[in-house]
C-alpha cells in the first residue's frame, strides 16, 4: 500500500513498483478517475486521514506500507498545529497501528529533513568551533528549534518506533531533504520562473552547497527499501550525493533553457540587505546558506546510489515546468 499515491513522490513511486513486479495498493483521499498514475493499481479511497480513520478493510493481504501522505506547509497554507497533529502524528500512528493488527510486515515512512529544525534546514547550522556547516546524518541531534511540521514527523517517528518496538512489524524511516522533478511545485517551481525570464541575476559570488534528491533517486530508494533486509529497523537520510550551489544550479537550469547563465557579482552583504528591505529574509537564507546531508549510511548497509546524476535531473525538472507552465 502507497498512501498519498496521488502525490508529488507518490505518482512516480506507484508506476515504479508496479514495473518492479510489485501489486500496489494506492489509498488516497479522492478518487480520481483521471488519475493515470494509480490507473494500474488498486485504488482505495480513505477519506480525511486522521485518529479515526479504518484502514481495516484496505490492508487485507498488504505486507508493505510506504506512507507518504502528510500536510505539509503548502497544504496547511499556515503553522496549524492541530492539523498536523490530526494528520501527520495520529493519523499516522491510527495507520500503523491498523497495520499491527493486519500483519503488515513493514512500514516505510517518509519523514522530513524538518526534524533536525529550522536553524538548520533554513540557515545552515554551524558547528561552534568550525567555519564551514555541520554535515548531518542519522547521528546528529533532531529537535533543535523544530517548527510545527518538522516537530509532528518527530513526533511521528518516535511513535513508530515505540509501537513497532512492542510488535513484530518493521519500520523504515526515510528523512529526505528537497525533492524536485518535472512536477515540482512550491518555492522550487517559483526559483525555476524567476531563472526562466532571463534576467541577469546577482548571485554570481554565492558558492554555498545544499543537498537535494531527485524524484528518480528517492522512488529507487523506496524500491530499495521494500525489499532490503538490512533496511529493517532503519533510519536514513538521502540525497542525489551532489551538493549544489545556487550559482551552479542557475547555469544548469539556464543551460537547459537555452538561456545565457547572466550571473554577476553582488558582496553577499548587500544581497543580505536587499533582501531584508524587501522582506524576504528567510527566502534569503534558503538561497545562499549551506545545508548538507551525507546518504553515507544508505551507501554503506543498502549498497544504494543515486540513478540519475543531479545535471540530468535539473534537465528534467526544467523540461517539465517549461511544458507545465
Known sequence: MITGANGFIGSPLVKEIIKRGHSVCSAVRKND???????????????????????LNSLKSVEVIVHLAAVTHQKALSNDESLFKQVNIDGTKRLLEDAIRSGVKRFIFISSIKVYGEKRTQNGFLNRNAETPEILDEESKVGLGCDSYGLSKLIAENEIQKLCQQSSIEFVIIRPPLVYGPNVGANFKSLLALINTGIPLPFAGINNRRSMIAIDNIV???????????????????????????????????????????????????????????GKNKEFDKLTTSFQISPNKARKQLGWRPIIRLEKAINQSVKGFLKNK
Open 220 to 278: 529507487d530508494f523506496i524500491c530499495c527499501c521494500v525489499i532490503a533486509k538490512k533496511a529493517a529497523n532503519q533510519v536514513y537520510l538521502i540525497s542525489d550525493d551532489d551538493d549544489i550551489s545556487l550559482s551552479r544550479l542557475i547555469s544548469l537550469s539556464r543551460r537547459s533553457m537555452n538561456i545565457r547563465a547572466r550571473l554577476f557579482f553582488t558582496p553577499i552583504s548587500v544581497l543580505r540587505v536587499l533582501f531584508f528591505v524587501i
Open 33 to 55: 478517475a483521471e488519475d493515470k498514475a494509480t490507473s494500474q493499481a488498486e485504488n482505495v479511497e480513505i477519506g480525511e486521514i486522521g485518529p479515526q480513520t479504518d484502514w
